[in-house]
């Protein structure tokens, strides 16, 4: 279905001020963004409009109770110069998980892609050239409902705003694991792309941060054994030539990133295990001289190379940067298919078209 989204375009663009060889993650905000509203039961208002700020009422739910999703993707630009997207339907997918989970309204995958394509095909030139850079898509929903009973609310926003950013993390990473703390537990919401988990994880990162750490290595929540995640990141470990990921399990984000290197590595020969994975499992193949690579992986880091991991007070160093293959393998891959340098044997580039373009 094609959807009408009515365009209001910026009098005066910002790209100008923008200096693409410094740009921090996060910061910069491109000159449009998408807006939409949940009432009575459909998505309304359905509108792109010059990036801006908007109100909500005081007692807006989402202010009291959380009721917040969002996702995390990126667009590119090829070798041609054209934009482009990797996956773009599996956001739109994990988002509605995301939103089943928090008993929020889901947003049709038409809906959702009419609108990335219309905003980044807009707002192209604020693609940053670089390799590994890209324009970030924040889409997000929230309640909205001005009423403080809770329950789920019956209003929400639904927005999309872009940023062009460089890498997240700008060296390896130095990861203290979890022995106080829990990101997430089993049957809790840790699957799902909702505020309230990274709130969770601020005390432990800035604790962390005061000790010298980039990160936390979250633990399971019962026996703080099993590995789930880095910081904001999903975990690979390359042990003995066989990489291993925590398999997903409720409590671990089904990360789009993840799945693309799982499928990228398979493709290509290696073993890729996604199974329980203890901490001492990784302890143990340090000491015997196992332990090759560990990386995390996320759309904003792409992936990023763990330095070294501290546990119960005991650091343990990783292989040097250069030694790093498969780390290194699949982020060139995800880089090359963005660029268009490495054929996409599995169709999961898909070029931003306003509907306009689309054929019909
Ligand atoms: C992403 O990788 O897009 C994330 O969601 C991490 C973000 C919270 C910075």
């Known amino acids: 279905m094609k959807y009408d989204i009515k365009i209001t375009k910026v009098k005066d663009s910002k790209l100008s001020t923008v200096d693409f060889d410094n740009i921090p993650f996060g910061r910069t905000f491109s000159d449009h963004m998408f807006v939409a509203d949940y009432i009575d039961g459909a998505w309304t208002n359905l509108e792109i409009v010059p990036f801006e700020h908007f109100q909500i009422h ?94 789920p609310a019956s209003v929400y926003k639904f927005i999309i705003f872009t940023g062009p950013v460089g890498p997240y993390y700008p060296k390896p990473v130095r990861l203290l694991v979890a022995d106080q703390f829990v990101r997430a537990v089993k049957g809790g919401v840790g699957e799902a792309k909702t505020a309230g988990n990274y709130a969770a994880s601020l005390l432990p990162a800035k604790q962390a941060q005061e000790q010298g750490y980039d990160q936390v290595l979250w633990m399971d929540a019962h026996e703080f054994k099993y590995i789930q995640e880095a910081g904001t990141m999903n975990i690979f470990f390359v042990i003995d030539g066989k990489v291993v990921t925590p398999a997903t399990d409720g409590a671990i984000l089904k990360g ?105």
């Open 58 to 151: 005081p007692a807006s739910m989402v202010l009291h109770y959380g009721q917040a999703i969002f996702e995390g993707m990126k667009a590119s630009k090829g070798i041609d110069g054209k934009p482009y997207f990797l996956r773009p339907e599996q956001h739109s997918q994990r988002l509605n998980a995301s939103a089943q989970r928090m008993c929020m309204p889901e947003v049709p995958e038409d809906l959702f892609l009419q609108a990335i394509n219309e905003l980044v095909y807009l707002d192209k030139d604020w693609i940053p050239p670089a390799k590994g850079s890209a324009l970030y898509l924040r889409p997000y929903m929230f309640a909205n409902d001005e009423f403080i009973g809770v329950a």
């Open 256 to 360: 789009i990133t993840r799945d693309t290197i799982i499928k990228v590595l398979r493709a290509k020969g290696y073993t890729v295990e996604e199974r329980p994975l203890a901490i001492d499992e990784v302890i143990e193949a340090h000491k015997n001289g196992t332990l090759q690579e560990c990386f995390g992986t996320g759309t904003a880091a792409v992936v990023a190379h763990v330095a070294n991991f501290t546990h119960k007070g005991t650091t343990y160093e990783l292989p040097a940067i250069e030694d790093r293959k498969i780390g290194a393998l699949a982020k060139e891959s995800i880089d090359g298919l963005r660029a268009l340098t490495i054929e996409d044997e599995h169709g999961w580039i898909v070029e931003a078209k306003p509907q306009a373009m689309v054929q019909a």
